[in-house]
């Protein structure tokens, strides 16, 4: 049982930055993935980075690339998510997520997830 509470949601103008931070507590998954992915009205849940237990391991999706950056600590047990240039397509709920495996990117192998905080790109 793994806890995870987001925060740093807001609002922001298009071109701003914001950066997301994942707290984990309980039974975290020693060696496992962290992830963020986030969900628009009426989209389906889709991937936005994922980041291995050594920090050596990092897949972001092609609409991220360039903007956003993952990293973890784990003595801390946090995940942050620096966000810049962002565009109006970027407002979702954004979800940390946990998972057991050692590096993956599919939904399916996250068991933990946060209740989202809410980004919103203003024009």
């Known amino acids: 049982q793994v806890q995870l509470v987001e925060s740093g949601g807001g609002l922001v103008q298009v071109g701003g930055s914001l950066r997301l931070s994942c707290a984990a507590s309980?039974?975290?998954?020693?060696?496992?993935?962290m992830g963020w992915f986030r969900q628009a009205p009426g989209k389906e849940r889709e991937f936005v980075a994922v980041i291995g237990w050594s920090s050596g391991r990092i897949y972001y999706a092609d609409f991220v690339k360039g903007r956003f950056t993952i990293a973890r600590d784990n003595a801390k047990d946090t995940v942050d998510l620096q966000m810049i240039s962002l565009k109006p397509e970027d407002t979702a709920v954004y979800y940390c997520?946990?998972?057991?495996?050692?590096?993956?990117?599919?939904?399916?192998?996250?068991?933990?997830w946060g209740q989202g905080t809410q980004v919103t790109v203003s024009s």
């Open positions: 997520a946990a998972s057991k495996y050692g590096f993956t990117w599919h939904t399916h192998d996250f068991g933990s």
């Open positions: 309980g039974r975290t998954f020693s060696g496992g993935t």
